[in-house]
C-alpha cells in the first residue's frame, strides 16, 4: 500500500512514516475481526462512528478503500467490473469500485473485510442508501440508516426531533446486533475524543492562514485519512497533535509547503486521486499553493453544535449539519469565509461525475464569488477515481490560463 | 375518446394550460416535481397543482447552472424555469427524493423569484416508526406552511373532498388501465400516457367528470371483441417514461404494455386513500402503504418483488427496463431487478434514454428483436 499513496512526493515528512503505520495497522485489525472475535461494521464517511468505538465494534469506511483504489489508479478495473455487472457508468465510483470489489475482492489491500453489519448516514447524498442496499442484499447482514434530513434552508424542529430518535435507534440496533449493551461512560469518553480530534484536525486545517502556508490541500488529502477513519481513537488525537505542532513550526519557521508561495488556492469537491501528485506539481510549477480545500473541513466544519457534556444528545445535529447536507446559499458563505480565512486569490473546482450533490450548484457557487469577491475560479471536469472522465491535456491547459488570469487579477490590485 | 382532444392539448402545453385556468379560474398555479407532493394539500388550499416534467425546448440557460451529467428531467424542469415560462406559477413545491432533484430545489430559489418555494423534505427510509412521525409531522408543516403562503386556511373539509376528487381520478385510471390490460386494443398506449399525464395537470374536478365519462365510452367499446394476432404482453418498468413514441415504437412491433410500474403511471393511481380517522394522516397512510420509489428506502426487496407480482397479475410476458440517463436511484436498482426477474423466468430488455428525442431505428430494432423472443 505505502508507494501507492499518491502524496509520496509532497512534502510534510515527519508525520507521514507515522500515518502509514498507523493505517497499515488498522487494516491488519480490520482483517483479522474475525479471528478477535471482533464485529465489522461498514459506515459512511460522514457517518456517527462513535457509538461503533465505544461498543468495541470496527468501522470500516467504503469511501476511504475507495479513495485508495483511486490513488493505486485501479479505478478503472473495478468500475469496469461494476459495469459489466449492470451497473451504468454514470453512478458514483466510489460505489461502483466498492460494489464489484466486494465480489472479486481485489483493490489495493485485497478487498475490505467482510461486514457483519452496514450503517449508512445520508449526510453527503442519496448515493450511499442505494449503495448500501446494494451491499446489504450481498452480504446478507442487517442495515441501519441513519436519515439526516436535508437543510434547505433551516434546521426545523421536526428534523432535531426525527434526528435525535435515531440516535437512540441506532444505539439499540448495534446492542441487537452484538448481543451486548452499550456502556454509557465509554461513550461519553469516546465523544469527547473524537470532539478533541475533530478540533486537532481543525486546527491543522488553520496553519494555513500562515504565509507562506506550512501545507497544502494535497497535504490535508493525505493526512485526513485517520478523522475518518479513526475518529474517536485516542491514537488519531496523539497523530494529530504531532501533526499540529510539526505545521505550527513550519509556520513559525515561515517555511512554506510551495517555496516562493505567490498566489493562494482553494481547492472544492473532492481529490482526483489518480493525479494527485500531478496536480500538486502542475500548480507548484506555478508558485500557487492550495492552501485549503471544502472537503477535508467537512470532518470539523459542523463541530460547534456538539457538546462534549451530552455527546449523544447533539451528535445527530451535529452530523445532521454536515456540509453536503447544506443548501447550496449555505454553502457559497462557507465557502466566501473560507476565502476570507485563507486570503484566497482563486477557487479551483472539481465538477465531478461521480459526485452529484456536491457538483450541482457549483456553477451558482462560482458565480457568487465572482461577484462577492472578485476573484476568479478554475472548473477541472474530472472523476475522483474514474480516469476514463479526465483530460490531462485540457486540464493543463487550464491551469495555465487560470494562473494567468490570477496574476492579472493580483497586478490589477483587484 | 371524445375528450381526448382538451386531454392532449393540456399535455402539449401544461404551463399554458394553467396559465388559462387561472385566468379562467383565479386559481393559483402551484408547480410541483415528484409524485411525493401531496396534491391533496394542495387542492384542499383551493390551488391547482401542476406537475413539470420535462421542456419541450432547447436545453441552453440550464447549463449555465447544471453540469451535463445531470438528467434530462432536472435539466429540462429548471431550463422552463429560467426561460420564464414558468412565471405564472404562484409557487414551486419541491419534495425531496435524489440528490438531483435536491440541488434543483437549490438553483431554483436562487434564481427565480417568481411565486413561493416549499420544501417538503420527506425521510428518505419510510420503515421505522420514528420515520412515519417525521413523515406525518412533514405533511402537517406542509399544510401549515402552504396555508401561510396562500394565506388560505386549509378546512378538514376541504382536504376530505380533495380526497374524494383524487380517489375518483385514481379509481378512473385504474379501472381504465384494467380495461386495457383485459383488451389492449381498446386505445393506444400513447393515449393513456396522454390521459395520465393529463390528470396531473388539469383542474382535478374537471379530470374527476372527464374520466368519468371516458370510462362509461371506453366500457361500451370494450365489449367488442379484439381481432387480430393478440399482441405480446408486456410491463414497462423504471424511471419516468417522458417519451410518448415509445408507445408506438412497441406496439407496432408487435407488443402492447399493458401494465407500467412508474409514478407518472401505475404508482400514481394504485393506492387509493384509506378510510379512517382526520384526513391528514391518511394522505400520509397512501405515502406510506404506496410502493416506494427508488430513491425512498422501504425494504430490500419489494421494489422487484412488486414488479414480478404486476407481471404475473397482468399476464405479461417481458419486462422493458427504461433507464433515463444519469437517474442514479433507478441505475442502482436495475441490477438487482433484472436479476430477480431473471431468477423468475422473466424475459427483461433494458432501454438507456439518453434525452427526451432519442428513440430512433436502433433501438426499435432492438425492441423488435426482444418481442420475437417473448
Ligand atoms: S462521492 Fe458523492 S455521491 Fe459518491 S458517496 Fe461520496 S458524497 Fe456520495
Ligand atoms: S429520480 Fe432520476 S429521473 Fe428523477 S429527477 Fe432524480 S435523477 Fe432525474
Given at each position: 500500500m505505502s508507494d501507492k499513496n499518491?502524496?509520496?512526493?509532497?512534502?510534510?515528512?515527519?508525520?507521514e512514516k507515522k500515518m502509514r503505520d498507523i493505517m497499515t495497522a488498522y487494516y491488519i485489525d480490520a482483517k483479522t475481526a474475525r479471528q478477535n472475535n471482533k464485529k465489522v461494521a461498514w459506515i459512511t464517511?460522514?457517518?456517527?462512528?462513535e457509538p461503533l468505538i465505544a461498543m468495541d465494534i470496527i468501522p470500516v469506511y467504503p469511501e476511504n478503500h475507495g479513495a485508495m483504489i483511486g490513488a493505486s489508479k485501479m479505478g478503472i478495473d473495478l468500475c469496469e467490473k461494476a459495469e459489466a455487472m449492470g451497473?451504468?457508468?454514470?453512478?458514483?465510483s466510489y460505489a461502483r469500485a466498492d460494489i464489484s470489489c466486494a465480489t472479486v475482492n481485489g483493490g489495493p489491500i485485497g478487498g475490505l473485510p467482510a461486514p457483519d453489519m452496514l450503517v449508512c448516514c445520508n449526510n453527503i447524498c442519496g448515493t450511499v442508501m442505494k449503495w448500501y442496499e446494494v451491499q446489504a442484499r450481498y452480504f446478507q447482514v442487517p442495515l441501519f440508516i441513519y436519515d439526516t434530513p436535508f437543510l434547505h434552508t433551516e434546521y426545523s424542529p421536526e428534523i432535531k426531533r426525527y434526528a435525535k430518535r435515531q440516535m437512540e435507534e441506532y444505539i439499540s440496533f448495534l446492542e441487537g446486533v452484538t448481543g451486548r449493551k452499550m456502556g454509557r461512560d465509554r461513550m461519553m469518553e469516546v465523544g469527547r475524543i473524537s470532539y478533541a480530534g475533530s478540533q486537532l484536525w481543525q486546527e491543522v486545517l488553520d496553519?494555513?492562514?500562515?504565509?507562506?502556508?506550512?501545507?497544502?490541500a494535497f497535504d490535508a488529502f493525505f493526512h485526513l485519512a485517520l478523522i475518518v477513519?479513526?475518529?474517536?481513537t485516542q491514537q488519531s488525537v496523539d497523530y494529530y497533535r504531532g501533526l499540529l505542532a510539526e505545521m505550527q513550526e513550519r509556520a513559525k519557521a515561515g517555511?512554506?509547503?510551495?517555496?516562493?508561495?505567490k498566489y493562494r488556492l482553494l481547492w472544492d469537491n473532492l481529490p482526483i486521486w489518480y493525479r494527485m501528485k500531478w496536480l500538486a506539481e502542475k500548480f507548484a510549477e506555478h508558485?500557487?499553493?492550495?492552501?485549503?480545500?471544502t472537503y477535508t473541513s467537512a470532518w470539523c466544519g459542523?463541530?460547534?453544535?456538539?457538546?462534549v457534556h451530552d455527546f449523544i444528545g447533539s451528535a445527530a445535529e451535529a452530523y445532521t449539519r454536515s456540509y453536503l447536507n447544506l443548501g447550496v446559499e449555505k454553502m457559497a458563505r462557507i465557502v466566501l469565509g473560507m476565502i476570507d480565512k485563507y486570503d484566497i486569490d482563486g477557487i479551483v473546482m472539481?465538477?465531478?461525475?461521480?459526485?452529484k450533490p456536491y457538483s450541482f450548484g457549483q456553477f451558482d457557487i462560482q458565480k457568487i464569488v465572482e461577484r462577492e469577491r472578485g476573484i476568479p475560479s478554475l472548473l477541472i471536469e474530472a472523476d475522483m477515481v474514474d480516469e476514463?472522465?479526465?483530460?490531462e491535456s485540457q486540464v493543463e491547459t487550464r491551469i495555465d490560463a487560470f494562473i494567468e488570469m490570477i496574476r492579472e487579477n493580483k497586478v490589477a490590485g483587484r | 375518446m371524445k375528450h381526448f382532444h382538451e386531454f392532449q392539448q393540456a399535455v402539449n402545453d401544461p404551463l399554458d394550460y394553467a396559465r388559462n385556468l387561472k385566468n379562467d379560474s383565479g386559481k393559483e398555479i402551484v408547480g410541483y416535481v415528484c409524485?411525493?407532493?401531496?396534491?391533496e394539500i394542495i387542492l384542499a388550499a383551493g390551488a391547482h397543482p401542476v406537475r413539470l416534467f420535462d421542456t419541450r425546448s432547447q436545453i441552453g440557460l440550464a447549463d449555465l447552472h447544471l453540469q451535463?451529467?445531470?438528467?434530462s428531467l432536472v435539466r429540462g424542469i429548471l431550463e422552463e424555469g429560467l426561460s420564464g415560462?414558468?412565471?405564472?406559477?404562484d409557487g414551486m413545491i419541491f419534495p425531496h427524493t435524489c440528490d438531483s432533484i435536491q440541488r434543483l430545489s437549490d438553483i431554483w430559489r436562487m434564481n427565480i423569484p417568481a411565486g413561493f418555494h416549499l420544501d417538503v423534505?420527506?425521510?428518505?427510509?419510510?420503515?421505522?416508526d420514528s420515520a412515519r412521525d417525521y413523515l406525518t409531522d412533514v405533511l402537517r408543516k406542509f399544510r401549515e406552511d402552504l396555508s401561510g403562503s396562500l394565506e388560505r386556511e386549509i378546512t378538514d373539509a376541504a382536504l376530505e373532498k380533495a380526497i374524494a376528487t383524487m380517489n375518483v381520478i385514481r379509481q378512473s385510471i385504474r379501472s381504465i388501465y384494467e380495461m386495457r390490460s383485459q383488451?389492449?386494443?381498446?386505445?393506444?398506449g400513447q393515449d393513456l400516457y396522454t390521459l395520465v399525464r393529463a390528470s396531473m395537470i388539469m383542474d382535478r374536478d374537471r379530470m374527476a367528470e372527464l374520466l368519468l365519462e371516458t370510462l362509461a365510452e371506453l366500457q361500451t367499446k370494450s365489449d367488442q371483441a379484439p381481432s387480430g394476432k393478440p399482441p405480446k404482453r408486456l410491463v414497462l418498468a423504471g424511471g419516468?417514461?417522458?417519451?410518448?413514441?415509445i408507445y408506438p415504437m412497441i406496439e407496432e412491433s408487435?407488443?402492447?404494455?399493458?401494465w407500467d410500474d412508474f409514478c407518472t403511471g401505475a404508482r400514481y393511481f394504485s393506492q387509493m386513500i384509506p378510510e379512517g380517522a382526520d384526513p391528514l394522516s391518511r394522505i400520509t397512510g397512501r405515502f406510506l402503504n404506496r410502493i416506494v420509489?427508488?430513491?425512498?428506502?422501504?425494504?430490500?426487496?419489494s421494489r422487484a418483488s412488486h414488479l414480478i407480482g404486476l407481471v404475473k397479475e397482468q399476464n405479461a410476458q417481458g419486462v422493458i427496463f427504461l433507464l433515463l440517463k444519469f437517474c442514479d436511484p433507478h441505475a442502482f436498482d436495475y441490477p438487482y431487478i433484472r436479476q430477480s426477474l431473471d431468477k423468475a423466468g422473466i424475459p427483461v430488455m433494458l432501454m438507456e434514454i439518453n434525452d427526451p428525442a432519442s428513440a430512433g431505428g436502433q433501438m426499435k430494432t432492438r425492441v423488435e428483436a426482444f418481442l420475437e423472443m417473448l
Open positions: 499518491p502524496e509520496k512526493d509532497t512534502k510534510t515528512v515527519k508525520s464517511s460522514g457517518g456517527p462512528v451497473y451504468s457508468s454514470d453512478l458514483c496553519t494555513a492562514v500562515s504565509k507562506p502556508s506550512p501545507m497544502t477513519t479513526l475518529r474517536g517555511i512554506g509547503a510551495i517555496p516562493g508561495e508558485d500557487a499553493c492550495l492552501v485549503a480545500d459542523s463541530m460547534q453544535y456538539i457538546d472539481h465538477s465531478n461525475r461521480s459526485c476514463r472522465s479526465f483530460s | 409524485s411525493y407532493v401531496p396534491e451535463s451529467y445531470c438528467c415560462r414558468a412565471d405564472g406559477l423534505i420527506l425521510p428518505v427510509k419510510l420503515d421505522t383488451n389492449p386494443r381498446l386505445m393506444p419516468i417514461c417522458n417519451q410518448p413514441d408487435g407488443g402492447a404494455i399493458v420509489c427508488p430513491a425512498k428506502h422501504m425494504d430490500l426487496d
